[in-house]
């Protein structure tokens, strides 16, 4: 490696070689949850207030995984439900007759869901008629299972025997009485997909030691821990939601509030006050509507507020610490990283904050980083611009029957996020977008992501509660490309310059096409539809011509 070059190794090679990653998601489970039954783990606030303990949360996983070995042959099984017990129960229960489940995202369109159930080979599905009926255009399979007509079958008298079994016998001798599955390292433990922000969604299959290595990795942030009380209410369909908001909190002790929806924004307020949350997760989109909609008081418990999924804005953090004052740490991360790669953090007993501007914080632990030029791979020094690469125990191994996806996402055993990012030689990673939201237009690279932010900043729409403005290119026969403004309000074309340049903006990044649209499609995780926005660009602009 010449001088030029620079890798960031955060124990790699050591990390890879902990026992634990071998192990298999339902033997911890068990351990965790039998080791201390009579902790308070889920307080599920979809319907009233329901709170479960762990040893319960077991006992209930183990009654249903009994019938469902009996009941289901297939190997991969759907999984549809919204954040909360359904969810928690379902995977945990399916895990631990070692099937792999393969949460679907109920709020994606019919034909990505359909591409999703084709990918993974699903029959069944596990859902409840409440989220059916919410979701009739879903593509329901005739072989889905309503977890709510399913209580009929699960006798009390047995969840109770478990639940005092799951008290009282040692969590080893648990999981040889249940025969639950102990081995699992490099095998298929869960099935999720890409977002289809740039098209239908690729399966993305975690093993076993992806979602644990990166449980371990976020343990040694020191983020969150028993103490912790965190708020739940991304779907595991979600990554994050998956991982951080299930996972974790069940082999880590950490108590969880469960909510349906991130957009329930009062709702969510009211939760955090009622039970003192003190960790909240979502992207700056989810986030901007408490400004308006929740008080100082009734988000007062809280402590640290983590971003991700999106870039936060410039000035959000310090927005939101000066407004509600907890603390705004951004993080980064992909489905397939399972999903956290770097995390900003705040001061821990006798560890100083670890927190740097603009920053989406340090690489975790276990991994290792690189960046590369997009055009000759070479591999660039500190603070030099280009795609991010990263390895880790974390980082998954290919699309499921996708050869070609795969190969195109992995480079010398390294996976290329597909984000431009530079690593500061403090450790920061910086993430300057997405390499497929850039314009190339005479020979420099144009952001999408900085023009739009500096737009909605000259005509005071930052505070909207979803995008107003979205840039995208188009071809061109005559520069090979050129870009266009979306707005759904009225921008008039030399505003529209004269203001980008009294920004300092250089007149080839000033767009010269404005589309005006109803609203900017955008994906119900809050991230803009990308797809969908240059397949709208393409014919608003063909119509004119």
């Keep these: 490696m010449s001088k030029e070059e620079y890798i960031l190794d955060k124990g790699y090679e050591e990390f890879n070689r902990l026992p634990k990653l071998q192990s298999h998601l339902a033997a911890l489970g068990v351990r965790s949850l039998a080791g201390k039954p009579f902790r308070k783990h889920v307080v599920d606030l979809a319907q009233g207030r329901k709170e479960l303990k762990s040893g319960m949360i077991l006992a209930v996983a183990l009654t249903m995984a009994e019938r469902w070995k009996k009941t289901i042959p297939d190997r991969r099984v759907g999984v549809v439900f919204p954040a909360g017990l359904g969810g928690i129960l379902t995977n945990l229960a399916l895990n631990l007759i070692d099937k792999i489940p393969v949460n679907l995202n109920f709020s994606a369109g019919r034909h990505s869901v359909?591409?999703?159930?084709?990918?993974?080979?699903?029959?069944?599905?596990?859902?409840?008629?409440?989220?059916?009926?919410?979701?009739?255009?879903?593509?329901?399979?005739?072989?889905?299972?309503?977890?709510?007509?399913?209580?009929?079958?699960?006798?009390?008298?047995?969840?109770?025997?478990?639940?005092?079994?799951?008290?009282?016998?040692?969590?080893?001798?648990?999981?040889?009485?249940?025969?639950?599955?102990?081995?699992?390292?490099?095998?298929?433990?869960?099935?999720?997909?890409?977002?289809?922000?740039?098209?239908?969604?690729?399966?993305?299959?975690?093993?076993?030691?992806?979602?644990?290595?990166?449980?371990?990795?976020?343990?040694?942030?020191?983020?969150?821990?028993?103490?912790?009380?965190?708020?739940?209410?991304?779907?595991?369909?979600?990554?994050?939601?998956?991982?951080?908001?299930?996972?974790?909190?069940?082999?880590?002790?950490?108590?969880?509030?469960?909510?349906?929806?991130?957009?329930?924004?009062?709702?969510?307020?009211?939760?955090?006050?009622?039970?003192?949350?003190?960790?909240?997760?979502?992207?700056?989109?989810?986030?901007?509507?408490?400004?308006?909609?929740?008080?100082?008081?009734?988000?007062?418990?809280?402590?640290?507020?983590?971003?991700?999924?999106?870039?936060?804005?410039?000035?959000?953090?310090?927005?939101?610490?000066?407004?509600?004052?907890?603390?705004?740490?951004?993080?980064?991360?992909?489905?397939?990283?399972?999903?956290?790669?770097?995390?900003?953090?705040?001061?821990?007993?006798?560890?100083?904050?670890?927190?740097?501007?603009?920053?989406?914080?340090?690489?975790?632990?276990?991994?290792?980083?690189?960046?590369?030029?997009?055009?000759?791979?070479?591999?660039?020094?500190?603070?030099?611009?280009?795609?991010?690469?990263?390895?880790?125990?974390?980082?998954?191994?290919?699309?499921?029957?996708?050869?070609?996806a795969t190969d195109l996402a992995f480079c010398d055993g390294w996976f290329r996020t597909g984000d431009l990012a530079r690593i500061d030689p403090d450790g920061y990673i910086f993430i300057e977008g997405r390499i497929s939201r850039f314009s190339k237009l005479g020979g420099e690279m144009v952001p999408h992501g900085k023009l739009e932010q500096v737009i909605a900043a000259c005509f005071q729409l930052e505070d909207a509660e979803s995008p107003l403005v979205a840039v995208t290119g188009i071809s061109d026969e005559v520069k090979g490309e050129a870009l266009v403004v979306l707005a759904a309000v009225e921008i008039n074309p030399s505003d529209l310059r004269e203001r980008l340049t009294r920004e300092g903006i250089p007149n080839l990044w000033i767009p010269k096409i404005i589309v005006r649209v109803d609203a900017i499609p955008s994906l119900a995780s809050g991230k803009l539809d990308l797809k969908a926005l240059n397949q709208l660009a393409e014919k608003k602009v063909s119509e004119v011509e």
Excluded at 166 to 171: A, E, N, T
Excluded at 231 to 246: E, I, V
Aim: glycine fraction near 8%; charged fraction near 20%; aromatic fraction near 8%.
């Design 114 to 404: 359909e591409t999703a159930l084709e990918i993974g080979g699903v029959q069944t599905v596990i859902s409840a008629k409440p989220v059916m009926d919410k979701f009739p255009d879903f593509p329901w399979p005739e072989k889905t299972i309503d977890l709510v007509d399913e209580r009929k079958f699960l006798n009390k008298k047995d969840i109770i025997k478990r639940f005092a079994l799951v008290s009282l016998l040692p969590s080893e001798t648990l999981i040889k009485k249940y025969n639950v599955p102990t081995e699992g390292g490099d095998r298929e433990a869960v099935l999720l997909f890409s977002s289809g922000s740039t098209g239908l969604p690729k399966g993305i299959a975690l093993t076993h030691k992806n979602i644990i290595g990166n449980c371990i990795q976020i343990e040694r942030c020191h983020l969150l821990h028993n103490e912790q009380i965190l708020l739940a209410c991304l779907p595991t369909f979600h990554s994050f939601g998956y991982t951080a908001t299930m996972w974790y909190p069940m082999l880590y002790g950490v108590r969880s509030v469960t909510l349906p929806s991130p957009l329930e924004t009062r709702k969510i307020a009211e939760a955090i006050e009622k039970e003192k949350v003190t960790v909240m997760m979502g992207t700056p989109t989810f986030l901007r509507p408490y400004f308006k909609r929740a008080t100082k008081e009734q988000l007062s418990s809280l402590q640290y507020v983590v971003g991700g999924a999106e870039k936060t804005p410039p000035g959000f953090d310090a927005r939101w610490e000066n407004h509600f004052g907890s603390t705004y740490l951004e993080g980064y991360g992909l489905t397939e990283t399972s999903p956290v790669v770097s995390i900003n953090l705040p001061e821990y007993k006798h560890i100083p904050a670890q927190k740097k501007l603009g920053s989406v914080g340090r690489l975790i632990d276990g991994m290792r980083a690189r960046v590369v030029d997009p055009a000759s791979g070479e591999v660039l020094g500190l603070n030099k611009q280009g795609i991010l690469d990263v390895q880790g125990a974390n980082v998954f191994t290919g699309y499921l029957n996708n050869k070609e």
